[in-house]
């Protein structure tokens, strides 16, 4: 039913997605801390920052990054000396991927530390844990859920993003063709409707258990913490 | 093994100045809300750090400020029991008081505390809720849990910010009694904050009079308490003194003996066991005072005293300590009655107790 070109899109569409979200939620728990803990002068710069990928054109986005990440870019050059490219590559679609969907993780982590209570911390601070002790053993049980949410919003948006990536990395057929693109190169060639509509209930499909497995994870995590 | 804090520390308009000492036993903090009680905690335990000060345990300088020296919370092992308790939510009862063990010095080294997890356990009472989530706990035995986790990490102090604020009546008397053992246990020495004189009267053997980020009065609990002076800084209804007395013969559906150094008492509701010597609060404003021996008087309890001092307030109300062998009674009567009956210092008389008049409450256990 489906022809290799879009098991290839899939498959990377899944690749990029796992691989954006592995990386970029270590970066969103520590940012979210930090901007749920602490004050300082820069917060709301910090703030305005991360989320400026949510409120930019996705096309400016990717723009940017192909500016920055290109290989005459200023951080792509210096990366290309140590062996990693990102332009016109998988890698680069995932790195649009994870920033885009960067903000999401980080205000639904932000907000689940938010409501844990900071006296919690300070008892297992007397109890004779460092600060990374009680957030390992307190902090970071207690938003469980928040981090699933982010991750599986970070995750739909990554399988979804589009506008960044084919600024970035183009639309290449088993390198860079995600399944937006493919849907969007589909439509883009005549009598290319059926391959579309195929390739958009298996989008559908993998977003709908994406949900409905956090769903349940949730509920799990929840009966967990509150015992 | 003794606490010494002098710190000061400005947030707003409230300014605190306050040094004191603590040392083996019970020492309680008191004072009404706003008198700088959880600022002095907070200092101590190191979730704040004044803006000037120095803090010691056992000889161990905790802050000092024109060292530069601030010793993390993390490190000071300082158990500490919140007026919430603060478990942590995700943890069981047993997971909570195994949270600390890891940072604890091994048992039995040093100056860690002789309490093993069994004793503490036996001693709180909570064996049967260890596999439970605090969620489903009740308050008196949430902040059960709390004291064992704060004792379980072997502190060096235990620090216990007002434990049974949050609770009822019957919860409060359900913890007292843990509380007394723990007392008697000499097993850690205590910081005890609270607005409660009940509960100090019960529980402590210092107590540190704070009012308004200042501290007004520091001595042995029977000493402050029985002092008429301080009468206005308790509250009238609140003011008494607290009186060893042991048990000489029981009567557990009437009134049973008990000896004190001044002579006997006789109440209703003890049930200790002959021999044992309890805790009796006894509020100044249940004891008459008359000059000469009553007769044909309902009260049981008539004893020869000596007016050892007088305070006299702005109001209506004067307040008299009354020499009773070693201990001190204090008794409330009108400035009116105090000039008829021409009472002063020195002045021989008898103080009348009724016996209801003493609430079970404020009738404690004691070791010894």
Not at chain 1, 132 to 157: Q, S
Not at chain 2, 59 to 79: K, M, Q
Not at chain 2, 296 to 303: A, D, K, M, P, V
């Amino acid at each position: 039913m489906l022809d290799a070109a879009a098991w290839d899109a899939l498959a990377l569409s899944l690749q990029v997605s796992v691989t954006a979200v592995v990386f970029s939620l270590p970066l969103a728990i520590a940012v979210a801390w930090v901007l749920a803990r602490r004050r300082f002068p820069g917060h709301a710069m910090l703030s305005a920052l991360v989320h400026l990928p949510l409120v930019l054109p996705p096309v400016v986005t990717g723009y940017l990054l192909l500016l920055a990440f290109g290989r005459n870019g200023w951080i792509g050059g210096a990366l290309a000396e140590v062996g990693i490219v990102f332009a016109f590559r998988w890698t680069g679609a995932a790195l649009a991927a994870g920033i885009m969907g960067f903000p999401l993780m980080v205000r639904a982590i932000q907000l689940s530390i938010e409501a844990v209570d900071p006296k919690l911390e300070e008892a297992a601070a007397t109890l004779g844990a460092g600060r990374w002790a009680a957030f390992v053993r307190v902090t970071l049980p207690l938003i469980g859920p928040g981090i699933l949410a982010g991750t599986v919003l970070g995750f739909a948006k990554a399988m979804g993003e589009f506008g960044a990536t084919i600024t970035f990395v183009a639309n290449i057929p088993g390198q860079t063709q995600t399944l937006p693109s493919a849907i969007y190169a589909f439509l883009s060639v005549p009598g290319g409707e059926g391959s579309a509509m195929r390739l958009v209930i298996l989008s559908a499909s993998v977003a709908i258990a994406a949900v409905l497995v956090s769903e349940w994870l949730s509920r799990r995590m929840a009966e967990r913490i509150r015992g | 093994m003794s606490l010494t804090f002098d710190i000061s520390h400005r947030f707003g308009a409230f300014q605190l100045e306050a040094q004191a000492e603590a040392g083996p036993g019970v020492t309680a903090l008191f004072g009404p809300s706003g008198s700088g009680k959880t600022s002095i905690a907070n200092a101590i335990a190191g979730l704040v750090r004044p803006d000037a000060g120095r803090i010691t345990l056992a000889g161990d300088v905790l802050l000092d400020h024109a060292r530069g020296v601030c010793l993390p919370a993390a490190r000071r092992r300082i158990g500490v029991v919140f007026q919430d308790g603060r478990l942590f939510p995700h943890l069981t009862v047993a997971q909570n008081i195994a949270f600390g063990l890891r940072y604890a010095p091994p048992a039995g080294t040093g100056n860690a505390l002789g309490l093993d997890a069994a004793a503490i356990q036996e001693m709180l009472g909570i064996g049967a809720l260890m596999q439970r989530h605090p969620a489903s706990l009740s308050g008196g035995e949430k902040q059960r849990v709390a004291i064992a986790r704060a004792l379980a990490m072997r502190p060096r102090l235990l620090l216990m910010d007002e434990p049974l604020a949050a609770l009822d009546g019957p919860r409060k008397d359900e913890i007292l009694p843990y509380l007394e053992r723990l007392r008697d246990s000499r097993a850690v020495p205590i910081v005890y904050i609270t607005h409660s004189m009940a509960e100090i009267a019960r529980l402590a053997d210092r107590i540190v009079v704070l009012r308004e980020g200042r501290v007004l009065r520091a001595g042995d609990v029977t000493d402050v308490l029985s002092d008429p002076a301080m009468v206005p800084l308790i509250g009238v209804r609140e003011a008494g003194s607290v009186l060893v007395a042991r048990v000489v013969t029981l009567n557990s559906g009437g009134l049973s003996r008990l000896a004190i150094s001044g002579g006997e008492l006789r109440l209703p509701g003890i049930e200790a066991q002959v021999g044992k010597s309890l805790r009796i609060r006894i509020l100044a404003q249940d004891v008459l005072v008359s000059r000469t021996q009553p007769v044909g008087l309902s009260s049981r309890n008539i004893l020869p005293a000596v007016i050892e001092a007088v305070h006299r307030g702005d109001g209506p109300g004067v307040a008299l300590s009354l020499r009773l062998g070693e201990d001190r009674l204090l008794a409330r009567i009108t400035a009116d009655a105090m000039d008829e009956l021409q009472l002063a210092p020195g002045v021989s008389c008898y103080a009348v107790l009724k016996a209801i008049a003493v609430a079970r409450a404020d009738i404690g256990a004691m070791s010894g």
